[in-house]
């Protein structure tokens, strides 16, 4: 009888889990379902491109059914509603699945950390239809400045200066220019703020990068107001700790990330909401589920400081489950789990951004920079056979 596998999500953690488990296992040996709420594998670390109109959706939305269906994984679009580890069963909006082995692999949820009306009043990025309704949103707002000339519809504020909000800032920064010059409307006029709570913008990235990053994105219009956290947001105004009132029609929180709260609840092993694992990605408390991207918690072995949530460990951590799911039904000896580390890249707009890469942490800006970050887009795509994305 073929062994039930479940994967929940289609992220990287979940797409890389299932090509990689059919590799090792035939259809006779297990029956794999991967549910994810949307149809699509989206590339989330080019989603920013999408929110300021640079490329088409289809270029960060791939349809699964063209990823894996030649292998032999049964696709469910759902929402997975309730996970039932001791039963071995996972509610669905639309139904209930048994399995014999469980990946689960649903990503983070945004953490608004309690700010008063920041939920209610503000954008997030975190899938295609995010970025095209931020997209629309914006364009919106500039057609009714231009009717107006209402200040706030004029102003984007972005919370959280992270990777994710200055690639947004540095898209608007590009692209807006000759988006108001089409609408008839002075770019001048645009302000777009970063409001980040900690010292520095990326502190990923050493302080000569972020300092490059800063220049490059002022030189374009950016303002950034670090050390200073939002208090509280309103359908039209951004309160900072500072004491300062920034209006503006145009929010977008990037400012954080919590567990999934279906994860955290479920009964497994966890820890502040994020599922705690063993060597080999299985739950600490549940030898039969296995666990992929933001939604555990991984520390190198010795370590305090857990690894940070990111792409390439989720894509990392699914190869690595899914060979230990192929284990853990024919035999054989699993794999620990040692991630590589290639870098980190940060794109500045279209033309520009800051890197490190390798082992010595090379440090790239410029088109350089820009290029590797297009390059490692290319590798994932080549390595998930979704070259056909770059059409678009």
Not at 150 to 178: H, Q, R, S
Not at 335 to 346: A, C, D, H, Q, R
């Amino acid at each position: 009888m073929a062994k039930q596998i479940l994967i929940l999500g289609g992220g990287y953690g979940g797409l890389l889990t299932a090509l990689t488990a059919r590799k090792h296992l035939s259809a006779a040996e297990a029956h794999i379902t991967i549910i994810n709420r949307f149809s699509t594998h989206q590339i989330i670390t080019e989603l920013h491109r999408l929110a300021g109109g640079t490329i088409k959706e289809q270029a960060v939305a791939l349809p699964l059914q063209k990823l894996l269906g030649d292998k032999d994984v049964n696709i469910v679009v759902d929402t997975i509603t309730e996970i039932k580890p001791n039963d071995k069963q996972v509610i669905t909006s639309n139904g209930a699945y048994t399995y014999d082995a469980l990946v689960i692999a649903m990503g983070s949820e945004t953490n608004y950390f309690g700010i008063p009306g920041l939920e209610e009043n503000s954008f997030v990025l975190k899938s295609a239809s995010d970025a095209n309704r931020i997209r629309e949103h914006v364009e919106g707002r500039l057609d009714a400045y231009k009717a107006s000339g209402n200040k706030a519809d004029a102003t984007i504020v972005v919370g959280g200066g992270g990777l994710t909000g200055v690639e947004l800032v540095g898209e608007f920064a590009d692209k807006l220019p000759e988006v108001c010059r089409s609408k008839g409307i002075d770019f001048n006029d645009i302000s777009i703020y970063c409001v980040e709570a900690g010292p520095a913008i990326l502190p990923v990235f050493p302080k000569v990068l972020i300092e490059r990053a800063v220049s490059s994105l002022e030189k374009r219009g950016v303002t950034f107001l670090t050390g200073v956290a939002i208090t509280e947001a309103t359908k039209n105004t951004v309160s900072l700790k500072n004491g300062q009132t920034i209006e503006s029609n145009t929010i977008i929180w990037t400012g954080g990330v919590k567990g999934n709260p279906v994860v955290g609840s479920c009964g497994i092993a966890e820890d502040r909401g994020r599922a705690t694992v063993t060597s080999t990605l299985q739950s600490t408390s549940h030898a039969d589920v296995f666990l992929a991207g933001d939604c555990a918690v991984v520390f190198p072995e010795g370590g305090e400081r857990p690894y940070p949530p990111t792409a390439q460990l989720a894509w990392q951590m699914g190869e690595t489950v899914g060979h230990n799911l192929a284990v853990q039904i024919k035999g054989g000896a699993m794999e620990k789990f040692t991630p590589v580390f290639s870098g980190t890249l940060g794109s500045l707009g279209r033309k520009d951004g800051i890197g490190t890469i390798g082992g010595n942490n090379t440090q790239l800006k410029g088109l350089p920079a820009s290029l590797m970050k297009e390059a490692s887009n290319i590798r994932y795509l080549s390595h998930i056979h979704g070259l056909f994305a770059l059409a678009y």
